[in-house]
């Protein structure tokens, strides 16, 4: 569920995996995570579920009767996403002009900016107010920005650094033609596209510019994801460059402790699908019990 709603919402891939009895959360029997890359290589824990057995009923003493009318400890378990996930949106679709905001699940996903002269104001504002009432009956978050004492060039900026999916520019000349102007934040590619078509348009638009933003998070952290043999290949990449690391482990807390140690890299899970699988420790060379995704994090 985690997996599903961080990559089909906000549009950032993951890896799912189990956690090492080392970095599992402290009491439980199993933990499970998905793991995310920053844009600077790093790694967050975007969110964790975790199988605690019988201890922490013990602990509080949570029992329940059986078939036998027997009194048995609980088995629980304990699930987690935080506003962590609101910091991984920020730092993994961000970029120089500002936030970028998966159409999903963007707060507006349509900023309307009125263009043009004060004596064509009026019926500019009317048409944007016909059109505004399409989208919103269609289920688009959308807003108007009719202030007259911003230029639209500043309201492009703004709504760029606020990360709107989406902005569609109406001015006199667009009426004329019956026609109005959609811009993506993401790629920044303009539409033009016929007025009567206009609600088709955007909803078609926001779809491409969700779909765009997973496959260029993708992209990413494919381009900085690597399989290693040896700690020293692991040492020389995350030296030159960033990004994760798939490698072989024996098992061992020793040689984990030891990649941690000199890479400053944790294991992040032992993932259920592992880009390679890795026969030998990348530590001691002994078979390995595990392939596991190791990366330096937050």
Not at 197 to 224: C, G, H, P, S
Request: glycine share 8%; aromatic share 8%.
């Amino acid at each position: 569920m985690y997996r599903s709603f961080v990559e089909e919402f906000l549009a950032i891939p993951v890896i799912g995996g189990q956690k090492t009895p080392s970095e599992k959360f402290a009491g439980a029997v199993d933990t499970f995570s998905i793991e995310a890359m920053m844009k600077d290589g790093r790694a967050v824990q975007a969110g964790t579920s975790h199988y605690l057995g019988t201890n922490f009923a013990a602990a509080f003493d949570i029992k329940y009767l059986d078939r036998e009318n027997k009194q048995q400890y609980a088995h629980t378990t304990s699930w987690g996403v935080s506003t962590r996930l609101i910091g991984a949106l920020i730092m993994v679709h961000g970029d120089d002009r500002g936030l970028a905001l998966p159409p999903k699940v963007a707060p507006t996903q349509v900023i309307m900016i009125p263009i043009g002269p004060p004596k064509t104001r009026e019926q500019v504002i009317a048409r944007v107010d016909e059109l505004y009432a399409e989208l919103k009956a269609a289920g688009v978050r959308v807003r108007v920005d009719d202030r007259a004492d911003l230029s639209p060039g500043w309201k492009f900026n703004e709504y760029e650094m606020r990360g709107v999916p989406l902005r569609l520019e109406l001015g006199p000349r667009d009426m004329e033609n019956g026609q109005a102007v959609l811009v993506s934040r993401i790629s920044g590619e303009k539409r033009i596209v016929p007025q009567s078509d206009l609600v088709r348009e955007v909803v078609r638009m926001l779809d491409e510019i969700q779909r765009e933003m997973y496959e260029k998070a993708k992209a990413f952290r494919d381009e900085n994801f690597i399989t290693v043999d040896t700690l020293d290949e692991m040492k020389a990449f995350l030296e030159e460059k960033r990004g994760f690391v798939n490698a072989g482990w024996c098992g061992s807390d020793a040689c984990e402790h030891q990649v941690k140690e000199e890479t400053g890299a944790t294991s992040r899970n032992i993932p259920f699908e592992p880009v390679a699988v890795k026969d030998r420790c990348l530590v001691c060379g002994e078979p390995a019990a595990h392939t596991v995704v190791f990366a330096r994090a937050y």
